[in-house]
């Protein structure tokens, strides 16, 4: 019999003894008309103690197991988390020691606490209304750390709650290690730990690069993949939900060492299920970018209780991310400074009023450059990106489609390269 059992088995004890004490009583010597009230408020004031006593004593106990599971969390499972080496970071060890099926993508909650605490914070490499972006360091390995304002603590709250809940494990959705909040300064601090990318976004990777048409076309089809795992809803044991992220843009991709990219920032995601039959909008009053914003969402013409209205303003946004990268492609030793799409036709800063006029009243798109249409692989890109820019949102392509689309070219791209090998 464990303490908390024997306690009570104690407890009982003693009511029984003391009822059977007044029952005594009433009988034998004190007629019930002429009952003491002092007799039955101290007996009741004595009940009262003891029942504070042992609930106060079943607390203690109870607060002294919690104390001891997180100890060894601290001092066994944290040890086991080491970062493995490589060009391009998977943290798999971390995954592959801790992840199963019911805790979504990230580490256990007390152990992404625990973690959490122990990152150094080396360097800011970003900065935004969301907050600030720091490199970190955890065990002599980099890892990301996304600082949230107070204003967006509901972006924090969806992010970490969608992480934490859904199986988003993909080699272009940026990987998410921990989420916890902390008290620096009597201030409290958001954190969410991710995969560190040293490449940084692909608005910033596009200022200082540019590329050969194969690398745009490796670029493409990696984010058309992640909008394929995002948007595609998996029923299994380790399934998930389709998700439509809804602020899709060139600052909210990374990119990777290898060449290819992976989404990121999931704080205005929608969450959808067949299956089960829901539609999760959350609760984050923030809106998505409005220089990427897509016609039916700026004449507030959406369909907001209709999941594909989210994923056809994804791929709206998809397309604007192609252009941007279709601009900085060398073809004939022709390529074009990094511009931000509509650069040409609103301010830098657009109000909602001036892109509806441009997107909704004029029907204005991004210019393409004729030296697009002379290759191959971007003439392709550009017909794709015309197709994700339909009015009627319905017309639009699908990510799958995309993907299958781009994915046909990047084989006929790897044939022709080795032909060429072999010819060599």
């Given at each position: 019999?464990?303490?908390?059992?024997?306690?009570?088995?104690?407890?009982?004890?003693?009511?029984?003894?003391?009822?059977?004490?007044?029952?005594?009583?009433?009988?034998?010597?004190?007629?019930?008309?002429?009952?003491h009230?002092?007799?039955?408020?101290?007996?009741?004031?004595?009940?009262?103690?003891?029942?504070?006593?042992?609930?106060?004593?079943?607390?203690?106990?109870?607060?002294?197991?919690?104390?001891?599971?997180?100890?060894?969390?601290?001092?066994?499972?944290?040890?086991?988390?080491?970062?493995?080496?490589?060009?391009?970071?998977?943290?798999?060890?971390?995954?592959?020691?801790?992840?199963?099926?019911?805790?979504?993508?990230?580490?256990?909650?007390?152990?992404?606490?625990?973690?959490?605490?122990?990152?150094?914070?080396?360097?800011?490499?970003?900065?935004?209304?969301?907050?600030?972006?720091?490199?970190?360091?955890?065990?002599?390995?980099?890892?990301?750390?996304?600082?949230?304002?107070?204003?967006?603590?509901?972006?924090?709250?969806?992010e970490?709650?969608?992480y934490?809940?859904?199986?988003?494990?993909?080699?272009?959705?940026?990987?998410?290690?921990?989420?916890?909040?902390?008290?620096?300064?009597?201030?409290?601090?958001?954190?969410?730990?991710?995969?560190?990318?040293?490449?940084?976004?692909?608005?910033?990777?596009?200022?200082?690069?540019s590329?050969?048409?194969?690398?745009?076309?490796?670029?493409?089809?990696?984010?058309?993949?992640?909008?394929?795992?995002?948007?595609?809803?998996?029923?299994?044991?380790?399934?998930?939900?389709?998700?439509?992220?809804?602020?899709?843009?060139?600052?909210?991709?990374?990119?990777?060492?290898?060449?290819?990219?992976?989404?990121?920032?999931?704080?205005?995601?929608?969450?959808?299920?067949?299956?089960?039959?829901?539609?999760?909008?959350?609760?984050?009053?923030?809106?998505?970018?409005?220089?990427?914003?897509?016609?039916?969402?700026?004449?507030?013409?959406?369909?907001?209780?209709?999941?594909?209205?989210?994923?056809?303003?994804?791929?709206?946004?998809?397309?604007?991310?192609?252009?941007?990268?279709?601009?900085?492609?060398?073809?004939?030793?022709?390529?074009?400074e990094?511009?931000?799409?509509?650069?040409?036709?609103?301010?830098?800063?657009?109000?909602?009023?001036?892109?509806?006029?441009?997107?909704?009243?004029d029907?204005?798109?991004?210019?393409?450059?004729?030296?697009?249409?002379?290759?191959?692989?971007?003439?392709?890109?550009v017909?794709?990106?015309?197709?994700?820019?339909?009015?009627?949102?319905?017309a639009?392509?699908?990510?799958?489609?995309?993907?299958?689309?781009?994915?046909?070219?990047?084989?006929?791209?790897?044939?022709?390269?080795?032909?060429?090998?072999?010819?060599?």
């Open positions: 019999m464990g303490r908390s059992a024997r306690f009570m088995a104690v407890l009982v004890g003693l009511l029984l003894l003391v009822s059977a004490c007044l029952a005594d009583g009433e009988t034998t010597t004190v007629p019930p008309q002429q009952a009230p002092e007799l039955w408020i101290t007996v009741a004031l004595l009940l009262l103690f003891m029942v504070a006593g042992v609930c106060g004593l079943l607390l203690f106990l109870r607060f002294r197991r919690a104390h001891t599971c997180l100890k060894n969390v601290d001092d066994h499972n944290v040890t086991m988390l080491k970062v493995p080496n490589g060009d391009d970071p998977t943290y798999g060890g971390i995954f592959d020691e801790f992840c199963t099926s019911g805790s979504g993508t990230g580490l256990p909650y007390l152990v992404q606490r625990t973690m959490a605490r122990q990152i150094s914070l080396v360097e800011c490499v970003g900065k935004g209304r969301y907050g600030e972006v720091w490199r970190g360091t955890w065990m002599g390995e980099s890892v990301a750390v996304k600082i949230f304002s107070s204003r967006d603590e509901q972006s924090w709250f969806r970490t709650e969608i934490n809940t859904v199986q988003l494990r993909h080699d272009n959705i940026l990987g998410f290690i921990a989420s916890d909040m902390t008290s620096k300064n009597s201030s409290t601090q958001l954190w969410l730990v991710t995969h560190f990318h040293e490449m940084g976004s692909l608005y910033d990777f596009l200022q200082y690069s590329l050969e048409p194969e690398s745009c076309l490796k670029m493409c089809l990696s984010m058309a993949c992640g909008l394929v795992h995002l948007h595609t809803e998996i029923v299994s044991s380790q399934g998930k939900p389709a998700i439509a992220h809804r602020d899709l843009k060139s600052r909210n991709i990374l990119v990777k060492r290898n060449g290819q990219c992976c989404i990121a920032d999931l704080g205005l995601a929608v969450i959808h299920s067949q299956f089960n039959d829901f539609l999760d909008v959350g609760h984050n009053p923030r809106v998505g970018t409005k220089r990427y914003m897509a016609p039916e969402v700026l004449d507030e013409s959406i369909r907001m209780d209709v999941f594909e209205s989210y994923k056809q303003t994804d791929i709206w946004a998809l397309g604007l991310v192609f252009w941007e990268i279709s601009r900085r492609t060398i073809i004939n030793g022709i390529v074009e990094y511009r931000p799409p509509f650069f040409d036709l609103v301010p830098s800063d657009p109000s909602y009023e001036e892109m509806k006029k441009v997107v909704c009243v029907q204005q798109r991004p210019r393409l450059h004729n030296r697009l249409h002379s290759h191959p692989i971007m003439s392709s890109i017909k794709i990106m015309k197709e994700c820019w339909f009015q009627n949102p319905p639009r392509l699908t990510a799958l489609r995309v993907k299958k689309t781009l994915s046909k070219h990047d084989h006929d791209s790897d044939f022709s390269i080795n032909k060429l090998k072999q010819d060599i």
